[in-house]
């Protein structure tokens, strides 16, 4: 397992603080700069802690996101206030590769299994605090998420009951005692103090971890950032969004022919054309809010999931785009 180098971000009022529940600036507080500066160094992500608190200033911290997303070219992933399935599609849909439920709420529990459907086992990761909330949830975690985001004190008590994948998060600032947490079973990389400060050479200290036969991630082989919604990201999108809509249903058919264990899109077609039609119904309401709400963006999103679940109905029913284009051309 090639270990990846991953800064984190306190996000907190659309700037970067020192940590949780502080106010002082990291830096100078320009997140989008910050997330260049990382990817300039050698990281291989940008992990966020959203610490906003109120509705308003949430939604904010979203859109402050996406703009991150949009600056960085780097995967990011985002943790932190997520109460509902709305936030999670939100962050999907504003550029993250990957989403981190807390489980230590039982809010956040209940999500995933459904999230991870919805959007892929792929883009989910959960925030592990003690061994028993591992333990509790671990046949939920195994199944639906792409590893655990814990701190240094839990993953030898983890990794000696599942090969989950582990990205620790630690304050821990000794290049040796990094090393040798590096070198632990499933370890998949390292967040936390060392690899965020701003003075650390993170390919100088990817350099020692070649030297300690510690495989590391080289930049040639970041994930390339995907497209919104995670599913696909087809580069004739620019010159022809039909192209694009036409790749988007191919591969639900696809899927309608070809099922994959896991897949959203397998799950509503096991579930029939009454699933469906509730999707398509939630996202008609969820679309109506949006525009009284007159957020272009949100607007934005809601169109793009409505139209996701039309699709699933038309390869549902065997509704092809040109049976639709030839039917709009006689409006």
Excluded at 11 to 32: H, I, P, W
Excluded at 260 to 268: C, D, K, P, T, V
Aim: net charge negative.
């Amino acid at each position: 397992m090639k270990k990846q180098m991953i800064p984190c971000l306190y996000l907190q009022y659309e700037k970067a603080v020192t940590g949780f529940g502080q106010r002082n600036l990291f830096g100078d507080g320009d997140v989008e700069a910050l997330g260049r500066f990382y990817g300039d160094k050698g990281a291989d992500g940008l992990l966020i802690f959203d610490f906003s608190s109120e509705e308003q200033e949430h939604e904010r911290a979203i859109k402050k996101i996406g703009d991150i997303c949009r600056a960085v070219e780097i995967p990011v992933m985002t943790a932190g206030n997520i109460k509902c399935m709305d936030d999670i599609k939100k962050l999907i849909y504003a550029g993250c590769a990957k989403v981190i439920l807390n489980f230590s709420k039982e809010s956040n529990i209940l999500l995933l299994e459904e999230a991870s459907r919805r959007f892929g086992k792929e883009k989910m990761v959960i925030s592990i605090s003690s061994f028993h909330e591992f333990t509790d949830n671990q046949e939920l975690i195994e199944k639906y998420s792409d590893g655990i985001l814990a701190l240094d004190s839990l993953q030898d008590e983890i990794a000696s009951v599942s090969r989950v994948s582990i990205l620790i998060h630690t304050d821990e600032g000794k290049e040796e005692e990094l090393l040798s947490l590096l070198k632990g079973n499933y370890i998949s990389g390292l967040s936390g103090a060392y690899i965020s400060s701003l003075t650390t050479e993170i390919r100088d200290f990817k350099e020692r971890c070649r030297e300690e036969n510690i495989s590391v991630a080289r930049e040639a082989e970041k994930n390339d950032r995907t497209g919104r919604t995670g599913r696909i990201a087809p580069e004739s999108f620019s010159e022809s969004p039909f192209s694009f809509l036409q790749e988007v249903y191919n591969l639900i058919f696809e899927r309608k022919e070809n099922p994959q264990e896991g897949s959203y899109i397998n799950y509503l077609f096991d579930k029939g054309t009454d699933k469906i039609l509730k999707k398509i119904g939630e996202e008609c309401t969820d679309l109506v809010i949006a525009a009284k709400n007159e957020n272009k963006e949100e607007i934005t999103c809601e169109i793009s999931d409505l139209l996701y679940h039309i699709m699933v109905l038309m390869a549902e029913k065997e509704i092809f785009w040109e049976d639709i284009a030839e039917e709009l051309t006689g409006k």
